[in-house]
């Protein structure tokens, strides 16, 4: 097989790809940040983690505008915007989560739940764009919040993190019920996972 076979499917890239790829890496590289700081304990690593998911929120919001810019938006775009989503607003800050301590078992009940959500989230809303535009080319609301609002979870992490209260500091404590153990700041993104995939939410899109 030639080289250039190798890299057909990235030569069909538009620029708009090229964001949505920055905000899938800046999204693992959170999660990198997350296992490495349980490795080692460097709270620089960690807060630079978190400091990944605004740089993947950024992308996230250009890739959308350079598509509707250059008018190449594609079904390609969408997809590879949606996976991108999932790792740095989904997995991502349910990983930052677990190493600030939300590492119960009823946690991880949460923590999954709320991965579960975005995936939901972001399924309906690809399956449903086309009516929610109303025969435009830009969608006019979102049914429950976007999954990207999960940064505001990151941003209440970051703070907790900059103050020392994470891991058995963590805000809010420790509760036994049953045999696992629950932190009720993990309830933060039960919430946020609820909103997501609630159908009487409308937010507007900008």
Known sequence: MSRSRHFSMLRDFQLADWFTLGNAFCGTGAVFAAMRYLQDGDLRVLLAGMGMIPLAFVFDALDGRIARWRK????????????????????????????????????????????????????????????????????????????????LLVIVLAIAAWQGRIGDALWLGELQLGPWQLHPFVLLFAASGAMMVSKTLRIPKL
């Open 72 to 151: 190449v938006a594609s079904t390609l775009g969408r997809e590879l915007d949606s996976l991108a989503d999932v790792i740095s607003f989904g997995v991502a800050p349910a990983a930052l989560a677990y190493a600030c301590g939300m590492q119960g078992g009823w946690d991880w009940i949460v923590l999954s739940g709320f991965v579960c959500c975005g995936v939901s989230r972001l399924a309906r809303y690809n399956v449903t764009a086309e009516t929610l535009s109303q025969g435009s080319d830009k969608v006019k609301y979102f049914e429950g919040t976007p999954i990207p609002s999960s940064l």
